[in-house]
């Protein structure tokens, strides 16, 4: 049995500030336009589904994010992140840049600000 170590990736968190603000804000947006979409136009079920999608994920990450502060080593302006937890945070990432642009064909919902 071999004794590999583990990678560690040094990650900013400048960086991990702003994925966390740009979840915060696509979250905000996605559940305004989800209330709107059941309430108002309840047929629009694949643009239902993906507001659902990207409010599920950037709500995740931004959880992720959380306990990944709590239980991860930060030094400095630095968080260290496992290669399973970096995996986590660019699969969430590329879910969020599908399913903005599924979204963006299905309708003309925006969830970016200004």
Do not use: W
């Not at 071999?2 to 990650?11: A, I, R």
């Amino acid at each position: 049995m071999s004794d590999k170590k583990e990678k560690v990736y040094k990650l900013s968190l400048e960086v991990i500030d702003e994925v966390r603000e740009a979840c915060e804000e696509q979250l905000n947006v996605s559940h305004h336009a989800l209330n709107f979409y059941l309430s108002e136009k309840p047929g629009f079920l694949d643009t239902i589904a993906l507001l659902s999608d990207l409010l599920t994920i950037n709500y995740r990450m931004v959880k992720e994010i959380e306990r990944m502060e709590q239980v991860c080593e930060v030094e400095k302006n630095h968080i260290y992140l496992s290669e399973n937890q970096l995996t986590l945070l660019e699969a969430a990432t590329l879910s969020k840049i599908y399913a903005a642009d599924e979204l963006k064909k299905s309708c003309v919902v925006s969830i970016y600000y200004n």
